[in-house]
């Protein structure tokens, strides 16, 4: 989805199927939602397309975010939302160890320290069950930014750092 992202001006939209899944009435291992008579259950993929959902932006930023370009296990992008001005970092590891990226802000002005930090993370075999629903959900922290810095991605994770601006 990060690239999604970075090819914003061509790509209009996106979807996800399967959505929902009746449980033990399926086809697939991959639905976003599963329910039964009375209950449902929502996926680690159900939580990363609301991530993406609420921290999209307008505007996408080029070499914000470096990482090592031969690792295929990275993904991350960065965009501003043009109402609020705030700028949006997206880092994913979908390795099986913990990775790190360095991070440059230096083309932003008025950045407020003090951001807030959401992370999603599990492993190849996590998932959310009817009898664990929380197994796999985002966590919500603050986190400091400066105008350079280095950030250390767990393995098999989405992480995001929303980062405040002062408008003027």
């Avoid at 990060?2 to 086809?27: C, H, I, W």
């Avoid at 159900?46 to 090592?68: A, C, L, P, T």
């Avoid at 400091?144 to 989405?158: D, G, H, Q, R, W």
Wanted: hydrophobic share 40%.
């Amino acid at each position: 989805m990060t690239a999604l992202e970075r090819n914003g001006d061509v790509v209009r939209m996106a979807s996800y199927a399967p959505l929902f899944a009746k449980k033990n009435f399926t086809q697939w291992n991959i639905d976003m939602i599963f329910f039964d008579n009375v209950k449902i259950c929502l996926t680690p993929n159900y939580y990363v397309q609301k991530m993406f959902s609420v921290n999209h932006g307008d505007y996408y930023f080029d070499n914000v975010i470096s990482k090592d370009k031969k690792d295929s296990t990275l993904a991350a992008s960065c965009v501003q939302e043009s109402k609020t001005g705030d700028i949006i970092l997206k880092m994913v590891n979908f390795g099986n160890e913990s990775k790190t990226m360095k991070i440059n802000l230096a083309s932003f002005k008025n950045i407020i320290p003090l951001a807030e930090q959401t992370v999603l993370t599990g492993n190849a075999d996590a998932e959310n069950t009817f009898d664990n629903p929380l197994n796999v959900v985002p966590v919500k922290s603050g986190f400091n930014v400066s105008t350079k810095f280095e950030y250390a991605t767990p393995a098999m994770s989405l992480n995001v750092i929303r980062i405040k601006t002062i408008r003027k």
